[in-house]
């Protein structure tokens, strides 16, 4: 990870679990499980070991620093704050900077939120998604519009009115509610959605 300029405080632990239907992986406190089931599936019947790769990358993404005393009831209502961050950048990788070819992504709709928004913010989204990076899990919520705005001002000059900062806000707490977790993404829909607050 520090060849990614990603230090995190990482994995100190790591358990194999016969008994974890339905995950390939799942990090809590810096303890990473891996379920090897799903695993095995993975390797046989998708995309190998890119997709393996990707998801070690996702699980190390989440495990960048301690997370916070919120991080569970974040997760709950908006779990695509965090998994469309982890999920998107780790994505972006290990696509373009290993070369890589995994499997789709596991939450489509998040993934695009975030690069629909660095679009209409005229933002590059690994950007935006190295500056999340340096908040804890369970406070991407809280930040990510003062990193909007920050991002924002330094590359284009432009500054974000409250109005505006309340507007993205309430989006992107819609776009990335727990209840999104199963739907498509629409990019043409999501641009519209975000451009409202930055024209």
Known sequence: MSLLRLPSSGIRALILRDD??????????????????????????????????????????????????????????????EEGFADGFADLLVREKAGLRPDNVSYPYYVQAYITLAVACDLNVETLWRAVWAHRPGTVREHLVRVLAMLREATTGNTLTVRQEQGLQANADRVFSSQRFRDRPNEREMLHAWKLFVP
Do not use: C, I, K, M
Request: negative net charge; glycine residues 8%.
């Open 20 to 81: 974890f239907p339905g995950f390939r992986a799942r990090v809590t406190d810096g303890v990473l499980q891996l379920g090897l089931h799903e695993w095995q599936v993975t390797y046989e019947e998708r995309s190998g070991s890119d997709t393996l790769f990707r998801t070690l990358l996702h699980e190390h993404l989440h495990a960048r620093h301690p997370a916070s005393a919120d991080a569970h009831a974040e997760a709950r209502a908006w779990r695509g704050y």
